[in-house]
């Protein structure tokens, strides 16, 4: 998400694990450094990888979606 940009729209998803609906929220993340990236394995540096997120002028990545408080399940947009 993007400096100003609102939440995903629509009616909350369904967890997937046990069916109840999904809380709207966003996930913060601080990079200053080239913005957030995807990595199919960890690594102690954690070089390279997809880039799927740039940072805002405060430093910020943000990624709006869902979560399962019950299920601590995930479900955001890149």
């Known amino acids: 998400m993007r400096d100003g940009d609102s939440q995903m729209e629509g009616l ?3 967890c997937p694990n046990c069916g109840s609906a999904m809380e709207p ?4 993340a601080e990079s200053l450094v080239g913005g957030a990236k995807w990595h199919k394995a960890r690594s ?3 070089l390279g990888g997809e880039k799927i997120g740039d940072y805002t002028t405060g430093g910020m990545v943000w990624f709006d979606g869902y979560r399962c408080v019950k299920c601590r399940i995930l479900l955001m947009r890149y």
């Open 12 to 14: 909350p998803p369904k």
């Open 25 to 28: 929220g966003s996930v913060a």
């Open 44 to 46: 102690t540096l954690a």
